[in-house]
């Protein structure tokens, strides 16, 4: 019997999916699952019947079933799962067999666990992969990172089953060393964090402000999906939008608002921190969501507080447009302190990303997929050293032409009470970016004063502290500087 030429671990939604994509894509699959009925339900009965996928009861079993050198996916839930079952395959697998991860595992865990499987011989992949359960089915955008020598081996695999672009380009391409794959499929769900966001602000500056029905705003997100906003998240709220619940209203306003959230928003955020990267808007996307868990609280201080939105008293349509423009303007700051992330993290952990490359990865298949990074690979591809996508001359010239737009929508909520902290904080960096002269250095008096931070002088070169006895009865020890 002809062997298997990939195996797959976890029949959950997404396992199930990527294994019918490869099996449709000509690759034999053999899989298993902790439990076991699970594999008979998929294999004897369900949708792996009659197609080229071996069903296993025991990891043995796969690892028997499987085409040297052997490839092992595995789709089980992030965290102890993915120890517990390196460990099973470490125990039936051989020197130079190679392990997947294709959760979404936090990619502190991706580097240590590609030392460890390396140090035993074998080889480590830590992939991310976005779509959900259509994009695992008909193609994901993927994410792979690890042990540089496995790419070889699962290349034709993984660029068989991704979504491909317009040209026939692949949606996957090698992204670096240990946990780089990991790293930016993380980067990847934070700006997802920023793009949901964002529609949701303009979502509700539209009804709360302008007191548009659902119908009329499916029709405005189903024009902006033929500007440059053309995405899949902007492409699923114009459909959301129409959508009637049983009794003809909008299901929408039926869904309770309180937003959920898996954590890779939280890493994202994290990691800026811990790299000193501004990361503001896809920090603001993550506090909205737990700002929105808080409803009890919310509904006490709303009767406590009785604010009321006052007329709007402008023109909708042209506000309407407004909005569009400071919402394709927000996203542009996302996409350029993602990538800002990005390169901090590759000097940090020395991996050699491809920053035009990551960009066509994320144009199929993913939850971000938009026709707006076609020009983010554009500006990378130009200039691979570009330190900020706003310095690009495209999306100097962009960002130009809608501030203006943007700073009346910002305005707005801010004079109307409508809650937009993610475009606004946006525009707050983008003001701060741009900005030759910012009032740290009273920031840095400050801490010299209470702490004996020192500073540097405008007159002094960079590198060269001073401190002063600002009372005049303090000493002139300093403390030990810190950058973050």
Known sequence: MKKADI????????????????ESKGFTVACYNRTVEKVDAFFVNGRAKGKNIIGCHSIQELADNLEKPRKVFCMVKAGAAVDAMIEQLLGVLEPGDIIIDGGNSHFPDTIRRTQYVESKGLLY???GV????????????????????????????FQGICAKVEDGSPCCDWVGENGAGHFVKMVHNGIEYGDMQLICESYQLMRDLLGMSDDEMHEVFKQWNTTELDSYLIEITRDILAYKDTD????????????????????????????????TLIGEA??????SAMKAERVEAAKVFNRTVPPF??????????????LFASKIISYAQGYTLMRTAAKTYGWNLNYGGIALVWRGGCIIRSVFLGKIKDAYDKNPELTNLLL????????????????QVAAAAVSYGIPAPAMTSALAYFDGYTTARLPANLLQAQRDYFGAHTYERLD???GQFFHTNWTGHGGNTSAATYNA
């Open 248 to 279: 003809g209203s909008a299901l929408v306003e039926n869904i309770l608002d309180t937003a959920g959230q898996k954590g890779t928003g939280k890493w994202t955020g994290i990691a800026a921190l811990d790299e000193g990267v501004p990361l």
């Open 313 to 326: 008293t402008g023109d909708k349509a042209a506000f309407v447009e407004n909005i569009r423009q400071a």
């Open 460 to 462: 002094s070169p960079r």
């Open 7 to 22: 195996g797959l671990i976890g029949l959950a939604v997404m396992g199930e999916n990527l294994i019918m994509n490869m």
């Open 125 to 127: 992949v830590g992939t």
């Open 130 to 157: 976005s779509g959900g359960e259509e994009g695992a089915l008909k193609g994901p955008s993927m994410m792979p990172g690890g042990s540089p020598a496995a790419w070889p081996y699962v290349k034709p695999i």
């Open 392 to 407: 690009d001359p495209y999306f100097k010239a962009t960002i130009e032409k809608l501030v203006p737009a943007w700073r």
């Open 286 to 291: 993550v506090f909205a969501r737990c700002l």
